[in-house]
């Protein structure tokens, strides 16, 4: 018999964390937190247990975003010594974020359930794409595990193994056309959990990014300023290379991490599709402190600013948004999912606007960097799967998909988080 667990993630957005066992073994794949924030309370937790934890042969980071990633040391916490198995480039970030995540909750009053001895005791093992032999356990034979780039950032892959006699498929956060990034194409496989982040529509790339580049151009037209809050390690780094090729007479400014990203991904050929290179135009220019920050803000004329992060909760990216926030001429658009109780969410609110002076105007417009409907029945035309888990989408969003696919003769499911699936 396998058991699927959903400890967080699906039927809703973050704390990505799912435990698949069968008669020979458990494992964890990714094990992520959820930000939101209710009152003195930051952020939520995968729903583990201590028994859950100590049972475990090895768990599997699909990539390094906080909703994968951050509530490792919660592992270490409850015990767990084994591996965590990732990509070399993933492991080389993956403290940055947890402490990035640590920062966030104390900045924010809240309470981590987990302590930096926790962080340390963490213990990373290099995966490559292809085929890769894990870590024999005691008493355990070794196992092959299956990896493949998808897309979403740099180091981010799936996993594919064999578990109960059938081929088991988890592909992470996944693109369906990357801007810069490789992908490779998984094979067919029997089960799989499968990211869905835009479950409750379908949306083209290129028509989204035509209306980003064009509410960008109307807004520096009219002489105004546009903020962009971005996850440097991700869609940042394709809206960077993306805007310096569009506007290359407006200045542009961005934080230092996406110039480091992007150099970064430029030392990674293996990842890199052909002819990316780091925007060199005249018009970039990269942002260290907040002095400079206030510089710019203070400029007159046009610009366009890049700062993180994508829920405008980081401190550098809360620098230019405060001190635009009331200028009517300028605009701040949202590219992805902003999380309760962060000041992106906040936009949304007409009467916190109001209270407190907020008179630059909002956009959101999504950056595809999941799969929508239209991309997950194209993934499950390659894989052929018998049984579908979706996640990182609201159990709502996913009600036509999952009809489509019951459709298909497929027994496609949107856990509860802590619902088990045996089967």
């Known amino acids: 018999m396998t058991t699927i667990q959903a400890l967080g993630g699906s039927g809703e957005n973050g704390r990505n964390c799912y435990a698949v066992s069968d008669d020979t073994g458990c494992f964890l794949f990714d094990c992520g937190v959820k930000r939101e924030v209710y009152g003195d309370r930051v952020g939520d937790y995968p729903l583990l247990t201590r028994e859950l934890v100590?049972?475990?042969?090895?768990?599997?980071?699909?990539?390094?975003?906080?909703?994968?990633?951050?509530?490792?040391?919660?592992?270490?916490?409850?015990?767990?010594?084994?591996?965590?198995?990732?990509?070399?480039?993933?492991?080389?970030?993956?403290?940055?974020?947890?402490?990035?995540?640590?920062?966030?909750?104390?900045?924010?009053?809240?309470?981590?359930?987990?302590?930096?001895?926790?962080?340390?005791?963490?213990?990373?093992?290099?995966?490559?794409?292809?085929?890769?032999?894990?870590?024999?356990?005691?008493?355990?034979?070794?196992?092959?595990?299956?990896?493949?780039?998808?897309?979403?950032?740099?180091?981010?892959?799936?996993?594919?193994?064999?578990?109960?006699?059938?081929?088991?498929?988890?592909?992470?956060?996944?693109?369906?056309?990357?801007?810069?990034?490789?992908?490779?194409?998984?094979?067919?496989?029997?089960?799989?959990?499968?990211?869905?982040?835009?479950?409750?529509?379908?949306?083209?790339?290129?028509?989204?990014?035509?209306?980003?580049?064009?509410?960008?151009?109307?807004?520096?037209?009219?002489?105004?300023?546009?903020?962009?809050?971005?996850?440097?390690?991700?869609?940042?780094?394709?809206?960077?290379?993306?805007?310096?090729?569009?506007?290359?007479?407006?200045?542009?400014?961005?934080?230092?991490?996406?110039?480091?990203?992007?150099?970064?991904?430029?030392?990674?050929k293996d990842w890199l599709q052909d002819g990316v290179s780091l925007p060199a135009a005249e018009n970039v220019h990269y942002v260290q402190n907040d002095g400079e920050r206030h510089a710019v803000c203070g400029q007159k004329g046009p610009a366009l600013i890049l700062s993180q992060d994508g829920m405008l909760a980081a401190p550098q990216g809360l620098v230019y948004y405060n001190a635009l926030k009331g200028d009517a001429r300028s605009k701040v658009i949202v590219t992805g999912h902003t999380g309760k109780g962060t000041e992106g969410s906040l936009l949304w609110d007409d009467a916190y606007c109001r209270e407190n002076g907020i008179r630059i105007r909002r956009c959101r417009i999504i950056y595809k960097v999941h799969f929508d409907a239209g991309d997950l029945l194209d993934g499950i035309r390659i894989l052929r799967p018998r049984r579908v888990v979706l996640f990182h989408a609201p159990r709502a969003d996913c009600t036509a998909v999952l009809e489509r696919l019951s459709g298909l003769g497929i027994d496609a499911r949107c856990l509860s988080p802590g619902e088990i699936w045996n089967f």
């Open 54 to 268: 100590q049972s475990l042969e090895a768990v599997f980071l699909s990539h390094v975003h906080e909703d994968h990633c951050a509530a490792l040391p919660l592992l270490a916490r409850y015990g767990y010594r084994g591996p965590v198995c990732a990509s070399e480039e993933s492991i080389e970030s993956v403290y940055s974020y947890i402490h990035k995540w640590m920062r966030f909750v104390r900045n924010r009053g809240g309470r981590l359930p987990y302590d930096e001895a926790d962080v340390r005791a963490l213990s990373f093992v290099p995966l490559w794409p292809g085929w890769n032999t894990l870590p024999a356990g005691k008493g355990k034979t070794a196992r092959t595990v299956c990896c493949g780039r998808t897309g979403h950032m740099l180091g981010s892959l799936w996993f594919a193994l064999t578990l109960d006699g059938h081929r088991f498929f988890y592909s992470g956060d996944i693109v369906s056309h990357p801007l810069l990034l490789k992908q490779d194409r998984p094979e067919p496989a029997d089960t799989v959990i499968l990211d869905c982040g835009y479950a409750g529509s379908t949306m083209r790339q290129e028509e989204q990014t035509g209306r980003l580049l064009e509410e960008i151009r109307s807004t520096l037209s009219a002489g105004g300023k546009v903020l962009l809050p971005l996850p440097p390690k991700g869609r940042g780094a394709d809206l960077l290379v993306l805007v310096a090729r569009t506007f290359p007479q407006v200045p542009i400014y961005a934080d230092t991490e996406f110039r480091e990203y992007v150099s970064f991904l430029l030392e990674r």
